[in-house]
């Protein structure tokens, strides 16, 4: 059975850093991709970045292109989000997501974590 639990999250002042992480468990970091997403309340849920099987490639959206970075612990079977410079805008339930398919930039995702509510105060 497969589980991604997201934990990190949490109320921040705009400026501040925060890491998001994913714990998988029933499959192995190396033969998925895995992905972020947020979604703020009444809007669309935003595919915000990604990593490869192999860690090789990445993915960022332009809105946290720059200021986010996602990489990945095989040991630990764990995928992080780094966020820096955090803004208001940036208020949302966090998720990671995983998926066997081929590297791409589609947010198409097998599997889902629960989330993990970002607050961030101006």
């Known amino acids: 059975q497969v589980q991604l639990v997201e934990s990190g999250g949490g109320l921040v002042q705009s400026g501040d850093s925060m890491t998001l992480s994913c714990a998988a468990s029933g499959l192995t970091l190396s033969m998925n991709k895995m992905g972020w997403f947020r979604q703020a309340p009444g809007q669309e849920r935003e595919f915000i970045g990604a990593i490869s099987r192999n860690g090789g490639q990445t993915y960022y959206a332009d809105s946290v292109k720059g200021r986010f970075t996602i990489s990945r612990d095989i040991r630990k079977n764990t995928v992080y989000l780094q966020m820096n410079s955090l803004k208001p805008e940036d208020t949302a339930m966090y998720y990671c997501?995983?998926?066997?398919?081929?590297?791409?930039?589609?947010?198409?995702?097998?599997?889902w974590g629960q989330g993990t509510q970002v607050t961030v105060s101006s």
């Open positions: 997501a995983a998926s066997s398919g081929v590297w791409s930039r589609s947010p198409d995702y097998d599997f």
